[in-house]
């Protein structure tokens, strides 16, 4: 008798150590499968809390650089760059349409990345979390790729970390573009020209029509221009100069070259008004600079004008 209840009693204790075991593996599981779904909620509430666009995109014909803004919408931070997949779309004047994926190489230090890679130039407004980028903080980056640029079209996709994906069409601004004018001379005021050229030289061989200007959120210009004669030649040209060091140094606006006009121009040997496309700001550019109105001729001419703006949009 009482060996039976000594068997019965074990018998029990067993059962009951075997459920306690069975009920813990059944509880650690219940309770790793709960952290796991709230991991989850938590990385898709991110997700959907993450946004960017992209913005104020800058690219130059004969050039492998691209340059825009990358603005965070969203309600979360952003950090994670050399997981994000930057790809590029363009025509290259070797081998015809390409698309190329480009890698992160860090901060740009103040220049350019190189082939295949992207950097970031800055960061607006960086002062909380320096070197992330937060809600509407934006970041201006640079981009080049393997050959020069046929045409200023080109098509750039960016994708965080978490697969949230913007992509844009260059050259386009975003939806905030805006414009600043700068007008040099208007109809009020002619200026007659004396002798102009034969070198690169200012109004009158005069640095008296030059202004100083942030171009920092600019990314294009254009030249609205009216000629009052017709006494220039066919040598004639009209173009826009930037200088970084206080007017020692003059380059073209849009191709970065010491000493030289810009690549668009505008003639003088007939009287009418003219306007030039819009053209890439050279990123060198992109900043407090003096601007002047240029030209060059055979050295005799004295063509008069009367409008002269430069016309800037983001």
Known sequence: MGLSVAIS???????????????????????????????????????SKTEISLHHVSTLVGSPNVNLTLRNDGQVKTW??????VLVTYDGTTSGRLTEQLSYSGDCMGGIPASGFWCIQSISKDVLDPGLLNPTEEASI???????????????????AKGVTSRVVAPYCGPSCYQMLWTVVSDETVINWNNIGPGIEPINN????????????????????????????????????????GGATWSGLDNGIA????????????AGD??????SINVLAQTDVWLRVAGTDTGTPDPTFGTMQIQFRS
């Not at 059962?15 to 898709?44: C, D, R």
């Not at 000493?259 to 007939?270: F, G």
């Not at 003219?274 to 053209?279: C, E, I, L, R, S």
């Open 142 to 160: 640079r981009l080049q790729v393997n050959e020069n640029l046929a045409d200023v079209n080109a098509i750039i996709s960016i994708s965080t």
């Open 206 to 245: 005069l640095d008296n029509f030059r202004s100083f200007i942030d171009l920092s959120d600019m990314t294009e210009w254009r030249l609205v221009i009216h000629v009052d004669n017709s006494v220039g030649t066919a040598a004639c040209a009209i173009g826009i100069q930037h200088s970084t060091d």
């Open 259 to 270: 000493n030289s006009l810009s690549t668009t121009t505008t003639s003088c040997d007939n």
């Open 9 to 47: 009693g074990s018998i029990m204790m067993l059962s009951i150590v075997i459920v306690m075991y069975a009920f813990s593996g059944v509880t650690a599981n219940f309770f790793s499968l709960g952290e796991v779904t709230s991991q989850t909620l938590e990385y898709n509430d991110s997700i």
């Open 80 to 85: 994670r760059f050399p997981m994000y997949d």
């Open 274 to 279: 003219f306007v030039t496309g819009w053209n």
